[in-house]
């Protein structure tokens, strides 16, 4: 079983995770953060990782901590489970539609960790959520998971559509790429023979 478990514990937030690649998008996620738990649902659903998420943050100053510590953490449980990444796709892309928005999604699953970020929100918030937290999680999710990660919002007016369809798009693209390649499910895809 290609799965993984991460604490991260700080001054800051407490963050466990429990992740299952081979999964089907059973989700348990509970932050404290209620937007930020519909997107983590999201993406478990449609990568069909399976994933349980708890989180304790200083809510008090604000959700930046807890959203990004989850990131971390949730990149580290990812890299952890793929282990060699023996026989898997590794790349994979994901034009998602929702409603007004478009988001392309693509992905390498390289160990050379990079965000390319062009998603603009037309709004600052959704609901309480700071809509500038959805690429910080993206950030530390790409940087602690080894992945090179590039989001483009093509269309979209609507803030909570498209963080929805970025979280999906991400989804759909991770799901393609953990996948175990049946022509060459007993070789790293690397002409280097190591990721």
Not at 133 to 148: D, K, N, P, S, Y
Not at 169 to 187: F, I, M, Y
Request: contains cysteine.
């Amino acid at each position: 079983m290609r799965t993984a478990s991460v604490t991260r514990t700080t001054a800051e937030t407490r963050i466990d995770v429990e992740i299952n690649l081979d999964g089907t998008g059973i989700y348990d996620n509970q932050t404290g953060v209620g937007f930020f738990d519909h997107m983590l649902d999201q993406l478990s659903r449609h990568s069909l990782i399976d994933m349980t998420i708890r989180a304790k943050g200083d809510y008090h100053i604000d959700d930046h901590h807890t959203v990004e510590d989850t990131g971390i953490a949730l990149g580290q449980a990812l890299s952890q489970a793929l282990g060699d990444k023996t026989g898997i796709r590794r790349y994979a892309a994901c034009l998602l539609p929702m409603d007004d928005a478009l988001v392309r999604a693509a992905l390498d699953l390289s160990a050379r960790p990079y965000l390319v970020w062009s998603v603009e929100m037309p709004t600052q918030k959704i609901g309480a959520f700071d809509t500038e937290l959805v690429r910080e999680f993206f950030q530390a999710l790409a940087t602690h998971g080894g992945i090179t990660l590039h989001v483009d919002l093509i269309h979209g007016i609507n803030s909570h559509h498209i963080a929805e369809a970025t979280f999906k798009a991400v989804a759909r693209a991770l799901r393609e790429a953990v996948e175990t390649d049946p022509r060459k499910a007993d070789a790293v895809p690397s002409t280097k023979g190591a990721l």
